[in-house]
């Protein structure tokens, strides 16, 4: 089936629902393009692990960060 037609299902579609069954539409959506999103996450899953892998080692040597400065760092950064 084309993209097309597809649309033109779901469009039918839509026009029927009520306010209900358009608000749990909605949620599905939104939720497969956060899926989208996620897939660099991922694809960089070995670079998080061996990130970790090395945090560990160096809290295990006594080289970890003080918790208050790694907190405001990630505040400054983020904007929370």
Partial sequence: MSTAELKIKIS???DVMDANELKQAWIVLKEINSQ???TSLVTNKKAVELQLANGIAQLDKGEGSNFKEFIDDMRNKYGR
């Fill in 12 to 14: 039918k579609s839509l």
């Fill in 36 to 38: 989208k999103n996620r």
